[in-house]
């Protein structure tokens, strides 16, 4: 069953982290009205979450496009829970206006609070300030009634930073702390289009950073192992993505062929999915927090 579903919809994005596992291989996206033909068919098959991600997901129609597909997942679909990953710089508050009501979990992907560390892994453009747009961002999920969560991929640059306070400051609903990974023609190998290695850190680096960070109640910790089958990745043309060896191997798409059949390519690990906590109280309306 896809209880819970990751679709990156698009692979375009307007930073360059140097780790990134989901690159920008095409600059395809479906036609909107295909993408809800998915997004019902899986509604179907027991989708309870959707997740929206890419790429950067605001770049498609500035947002426009990731907005309708949240609207139609929570008005028509009525899917308890409806989130999107993103990396925070191109969202307006008009957009919160339009979409936030519809909008479970924004997750924004922050991995150190030192700009110039956000520098050298790339997840900055030109003069904009990260951690600026991030703390204006919280304070807009406060606003609109959006529960605010926080995605930190650790790494080379950021393995020795402390980031209690400003974590503990910020009081995401979550905190998901992921170890660095490398993907096969994402991030490493001959046609990849990053090379992901000189970020990599140890098991043990990882175990340092999060026994540091302990008493940090919203931390939710995965490192590779727990990561790479655990997650139902879909692509740009809504094809389940398979990790198991290390890369991404596609199955058909499930609008050719339906949820069922695809999802037998998926290499998904159920059991994996609920050990690392894949399963959460995830609709804002249960949630009860103080907006």
Same mark, same amino acid.
């Given at each position: 069953?896809?209880?819970?579903?990751?679709?990156?919809?698009?692979?375009?994005? *307007?930073?360059?982290?140097?780790?990134?596992?989901?690159?920008?291989?095409?600059?395809?996206?479906?036609?909107?009205? =295909?993408?809800?033909?998915?997004?019902?068919?899986?509604?179907?098959?027991?989708?309870?979450?959707?997740?929206?991600?890419?790429? =950067?997901? @605001?770049?498609?129609?500035?947002?426009? @496009?990731?907005?309708?597909?949240?609207?139609?997942?929570?008005? !028509?679909?009525?899917?308890?829970?409806?989130?999107?990953?993103?990396?925070?710089?191109?969202?307006?508050?008009?957009?919160?206006?339009?979409?936030?009501?519809?909008?479970?979990?924004?997750?924004?992907?922050?991995?150190?609070?030192?700009?110039?560390?956000?520098?050298?892994?790339?997840?900055?453009?030109?003069?904009?300030?990260?951690? =600026?747009?991030?703390?204006?961002?919280?304070?807009?999920?406060?606003?609109?009634?959006?529960?605010?969560?926080? *995605?930190?991929?650790? *790494?080379?640059?950021?393995?020795?930073?402390?980031?209690?306070?400003?974590?503990?400051?910020?009081?995401?609903?979550?905190?998901?702390?992921?170890?660095?990974?490398?993907?096969?023609?994402?991030?490493?190998?001959?046609?990849?289009?990053?090379?992901?290695?000189?970020?990599?850190?140890?098991?043990?680096?990882?175990?340092? @950073?999060? !026994?540091?960070?302990?008493?940090?109640?919203?931390?939710?910790? =995965?490192?590779?192992?727990?990561?790479?089958?655990?997650?139902?990745?879909?692509?740009?043309?809504?094809?389940?993505?398979?990790?198991? *060896?290390?890369?991404?191997?596609?199955?058909?798409?499930?609008?050719?062929?339906?949820?069922?059949?695809?999802?037998?390519?998926?290499? @998904?690990?159920?059991?994996?999915?609920?050990?690392?906590?894949?399963?959460?109280?995830?609709?804002?309306?249960?949630?009860?927090? !103080?907006?």
């Amino acid at each position: 069953t896809p209880t819970s579903v990751n679709y990156h919809f698009t692979r375009q994005c *307007n930073y360059k982290c140097g780790f990134c596992f989901h690159t920008a291989k095409t600059s395809f996206v479906l036609p909107l009205e =295909e993408a809800k033909r998915g997004l019902a068919m899986l509604k179907e098959a027991g989708m309870e979450k959707i997740n929206f991600s890419g790429g =950067e997901p @605001f770049l498609q129609d500035r947002g426009e @496009f990731v907005g309708k597909l949240v609207q139609f997942c929570k008005q !028509d679909l009525r899917l308890p829970s409806v989130s999107i990953v993103s990396n925070g710089s191109m969202i307006r508050e008009q957009w919160f206006k339009k979409y936030g009501q519809y909008l479970d979990i924004l997750a924004i992907s922050c991995d150190s609070f030192d700009e110039e560390v956000n520098v050298l892994i790339g997840r900055s453009q030109g003069k904009k300030n990260h951690v =600026e747009k991030l703390h204006k961002l919280r304070q807009w999920c406060r606003d609109y009634a959006v529960a605010f969560k926080i *995605n930190s991929v650790i *790494n080379r640059f950021n393995i020795e930073e402390d980031m209690n306070e400003q974590i503990k400051a910020l009081n995401p609903v979550r905190w998901k702390v992921f170890q660095c990974l490398l993907i096969e023609g994402e991030n490493c190998g001959e046609d990849a289009l990053r090379e992901a290695d000189k970020f990599l850190i140890s098991d043990d680096d990882f175990k340092r @950073f999060l !026994d540091r960070h302990k008493d940090v109640s919203c931390l939710v910790p =995965e490192s590779n192992q727990e990561m790479r089958d655990s997650y139902l990745l879909l692509d740009e043309y809504m094809r389940f993505l398979n990790c198991t *060896n290390g890369r991404k191997e596609p199955s058909k798409s499930i609008l050719d062929v339906g949820v069922e059949e695809a999802i037998q390519f998926s290499g @998904f690990d159920e059991k994996m999915f609920l050990k690392r906590g894949g399963k959460y109280v995830w609709s804002k309306a249960d949630m009860k927090l !103080d907006w």
